[in-house]
């Protein structure tokens, strides 16, 4: 190594200590695919004793990895295979018995192993029907009640097959049942996704698809704070300048998980996957994308040219995060979820409606994310806003998803408390009147490619 | 972990770099590189050090340091070299 610059030593240093970069999450993806079984006690004994043996010293390696190279890494969390494939043997006699001991089966497991979640509770019918997804979706509000750490996922629509209107409405009657449950708190843990990617560290979303190694671990990235703290320092250049500072502060961070997922992956013995380049914020004050934007320049996120600044910052986090990682993945977006960002909640008192927050999708992922919207909203409409956001990414081709909280008992302007880094939100005002379609059956076609 | 970059940051006053490096000496950690300036009106050093000969671990090494730090009234901060390598150097 060359010599030492005091300045870029300082910068690193200031990233961590007073910009809150770290590293979001390490996703140990782990096949299931050879646990399935016709017998739900085999199925639970094998789908935990597969999850220790492969993830048994994830959450000691990544503690290592942090404490060695000095850079804190927040979450470790396993993603496995769409339940839906593996509960498949047994839930052809058994149905709902069978999904649910494999959902006790993954919390026990992710308790074990101590990660903070488990995704790929998920079923997977953007083109339909099959009765392991009929089993998870069926089980999906209980399953989320009587788990800790499980995440679940109802993948609605691919740009290559179209959105499953069916589907749609289920996933709503999930997230309204789950609400009813679990005092909405459930909900968080509850996403339904268009074009869902197989390889994200992020959830409630994350699973490991068909097409990836036995195991793999995958990286998301962070550091709003870092590039809200590099706009500050810019002052009111123009936007070139600001698109370049940008891509080079995402270029530094993504260098940091590249970093991670590498020394990660080689000590667990697994292949390293990909880096979600996903600014992802969190309650913490200054960690904020909200603030990213309205320090790119408006009086509080969601007036208009909220559309434009995202825009601007997520390209330029793309081109920047892209040279620093030869493998990028998941979602790779900015994340905008509403109780999660506490600029994002001050701002849902302000100019942000739900309705300007979905225009604001069609240029990020990851959609309508942790909104809290009136209990007593009806399942029509929490489906209509599915299909919306279905749409968005049907006809863009990117990744988008619903994770909202019908909250039991609230009312627009209540304020609604998470807990820890899920944060707390203002109910947002949902419009009285209901989509009447889904009286209908079946699917809305693809796109036709441009 | 063979080498690492401690980063010193601070108001300026007489003693600093000999308290760090009092402690890098005590462990047989060997400093490879040394710069120091001033930015924005604080002290900042940062030092690349060795620690293959070391008789403690990073672990151990940043508490003594953070510690020391302290007393000094200065942030002292230990991160692997690769971080500041894959952030700096393309």
Known sequence: MGRLDVEEAVETVEMVRRMNLDVRAVTLGVSLLDCASPDPGELRERVVGKLLD?????VEVVEEVEEELGVPIVHKRIAVTPCCLIVAPAARELGEEAALEL???????????????IGGYTALVYDGFTTGDEAILDTIPEALERTERLCASVVVADERYGINMEAVKRAAEAVKETAERTDGLGCARLVALANAPENTPFMAGAFHGVGQPDAC??????????????????????????????????????????????????RLGVEFGAVDLSLAPTPEEGDSVAEILEGIGLESCGCPGSTAALHLLMDAVKKGGAAATSRHGGYSEAFIPVSEDAGMARAAREALTLEKLEAMTAVCSVGIDMVVIPGDTPVETIAGIIADEAAIGVA?????????????????????????????????????????????RGRVPPKFPR | MTRAVVTVIGVDRPGIVAGVSRVLAEHNVNIEDISQTVLRDLFAMVMLVDLSEADVSVKELRRELERVGEELGVDVVVQHEDVYRAMHRV
């Open chain 1, 217 to 266: 671990v995958n990286v998301g990235i962070s550091g709003p704070g870092v590039v809200r703290a590099v706009i500050e320092e810019l002052g009111d250049v123009d936007f070139r300048t600001l698109h370049d500072e940008i891509k080079r502060t995402a270029f530094k961070i993504t260098r940091v998980g590249e970093l991670v997922g590498r020394r990660v992956a080689e």
């Open chain 1, 54 to 58: 492969v993830a048994g010293d994830l």
């Open chain 1, 103 to 117: 959902a006790d089966a993954l919390d026990e497991a992710a308790g074990e192993v101590g990660v903070d979640f």
């Open chain 1, 396 to 440: 863009t081709g990117k990744p988008t998803a619903v994770r909202i909280i019908p909250a039991p008992g609230k009312e627009p302007g209540d304020e609604f408390e998470l807990g820890g880094l899920l944060g707390k939100a203002p109910v947002m005002d949902v419009s009285d009147y209901r989509p009447t379609m889904f009286r209908r």
